[in-house]
């Protein structure tokens, strides 16, 4: 059985790169401040300077980029491990190995270690210039449950919600830093994505002048748990147990609606020509699996 988890959205403008002295001081006076939260997400990108968009011209994505294990990483890792928190520190720019600059969300957990980090699938072309990343990552949180990353313009496609429900994840944390008018798209989607996949969903913007906030949590069901009602600073909490997210799929969105229980032993599979692939009854259902934490640090 799934424990409570205390969360944090942090509705945030982006914050100086450069400037890890600062950050570190103002979350360690939100973790005083609440000190039951486990969980602190930020939106994406939010240690950058701030500017128009992600990928937008001028955006120094070349300058700020850097290995994903360097200075900033260990920095970020004693940090969360000196709080006590997991925590999802928005997005970096992340210079692979392959030289390439990806958008990338590294997640921390209470024990001073990055446990995994995932790579933004679907830049926002043609206004983002990042590489595209090419793996689905979830991770395993203590014992509250399993968690889902994408970032920002990845809600937009379904199939990375659905990917991220199928590998068995309980809560999807989407940080974005979204500062067009298109926030109200992204606010139907999180709840569609939600809905669709029996998940929790966390939309985390930045607020302004990056970005026109309206952060909020969903439930599996579909119904918004809290939610910022426009561009201020602000911090989202809650306690939400994961363990919801299996009782709908359960019994039915509304008591009723059970999509991952749709098909039957021998039903046919349906093709899908856009994938070159197919809906398998065999594997049409969500299971635990095996977690991503191939970047694990020791």
């Given at each position: 059985m799934a424990s409570p988890l205390p969360l944090a959205l942090v509705q945030a403008p982006a914050h100086p790169s450069a400037d890890l002295d600062s950050f570190a001081a103002s979350l360690e006076q939100l973790a005083r401040r609440r000190p039951a939260v486990r969980l602190y997400v930020y939106p994406e990108l939010h240690l950058a300077e701030p500017h128009p968009g992600p990928g937008a011209p001028g955006t120094p994505c070349e300058e700020l980029a850097e290995p994903l294990d360097g200075a900033r990483d260990r920095r970020l890792a004693a940090l969360a491990g000196d709080l006590g928190i997991w925590l999802v520190p928005g997005t970096v720019y992340e210079r692979g190995a392959d030289g390439r600059v990806y958008n990338t969300a590294p997640v921390y957990s209470p024990a001073g270690r990055r446990v995994t980090s995932y790579r933004k699938i679907c830049p926002w072309r043609p206004y983002e210039t990042t590489a595209p990343g090419t793996e689905f990552v979830v991770f395993d949180m203590d014992d509250h449950g399993r968690i889902g990353l994408s970032i920002c313009y990845d809600a937009w496609f379904p199939e990375i919600a659905r990917n991220l429900a199928w590998l068995g994840a309980d809560l999807i944390v989407n940080p974005v830093q979204t500062p067009t008018s298109d926030r109200e798209q992204e606010v139907v989607l999180a709840?569609?994505?939600?809905?669709?996949?029996?998940?929790?969903?966390?939309?985390?913007?930045?607020?302004?002048?990056?970005?026109?906030?309206?952060?909020?949590?969903?439930?599996?069901?579909?119904?918004?748990?809290?939610?910022?009602?426009?561009?201020?600073?602000?911090?989202?909490?809650?306690?939400?147990?994961?363990?919801?997210?299996?009782?709908?799929?359960?019994?039915?969105?509304?008591?009723?609606?059970?999509?991952?229980?749709?098909?039957?032993?021998?039903?046919?599979?349906l093709e899908l020509p856009l994938y070159s692939g197919r809906i398998d009854p065999r594997t049409w259902s969500t299971g635990p699996g095996p977690a991503r934490s191939g970047t694990e640090e020791d």
């Open positions: 709840r569609a994505n939600a809905i669709a996949n029996q998940v929790f969903v966390a939309s985390v913007n930045a607020a302004g002048p990056t970005g026109v906030g309206r952060s909020l949590l969903v439930d599996p069901e579909g119904r918004v748990r809290t939610q910022a009602p426009g561009a201020e600073d602000c911090v989202l909490t809650d306690v939400i147990d994961l363990g919801d997210s299996a009782r709908v799929r359960r019994y039915g969105t509304a008591g009723l609606s059970r999509p991952w229980e749709q098909f039957r032993p021998g039903d046919a599979p």
